[in-house]
Nanobody, 126 residues
Framework: QVQLVESGGGLVQAGGSLRLSCAAS????????MGWFRQAPGKEREFVTY??????????YYTDSVKGRFTISRDNAKNTLYLQMNSLTPEDTAVYYC?????????????????WGQGTQVTVSS
């Protein structure tokens, strides 16, 4: 059974940083796409970033609002996905979810992902 377990969320002041982790079990994701999504109170879930396998290397893609501030990465030996978040603003406050696909290509569409974690809360105070 595949499980994704996020950790690393918390309360941080604006301008601060957090690193989220997503530990995967049940199958390796080194050659599959994984992503991060978030859902703020009263809003729809939105895409944040994904990491995909291009047959030779990983490629990444970010939504415009986090470009230059967030970095997605993974440690294949640990089967763990990361999201380094810098220069956080109150607009980044949300529950953050990691997600995994069964294919190597990434997607910005949540329904394209087969596996989801339970989420971790990130709160940025002004």
């Amino acid at each position: 059974q595949v499980q994704l377990v996020e950790s690393g969320g918390g309360l941080v002041q604006a301008g601060g940083s957090l690193r989220l982790s997503c530990a995967a079990s049940g199958r390796p994701f080194s050659r599959s796409a994984m992503g991060w999504f978030r859902q703020a109170p009263g809003k729809e879930r939105e895409f944040v970033t994904y990491i995909a396998w291009t047959w030779t290397d990983d490629s990444t893609y970010y939504t415009d609002s986090v470009k230059g501030r967030f970095t997605i990465s993974r440690d294949n030996a640990k089967n763990t996905l990361y999201l380094q978040m810098n220069s956080l603003t109150p607009e980044d406050t949300a529950v953050y979810y990691c997600a995994g696909r069964n294919v190597r290509s990434g997607s910005v569409v949540g329904t394209d992902y087969s596996y989801w974690g339970q989420g971790t809360q990130v709160t940025v105070s002004s």
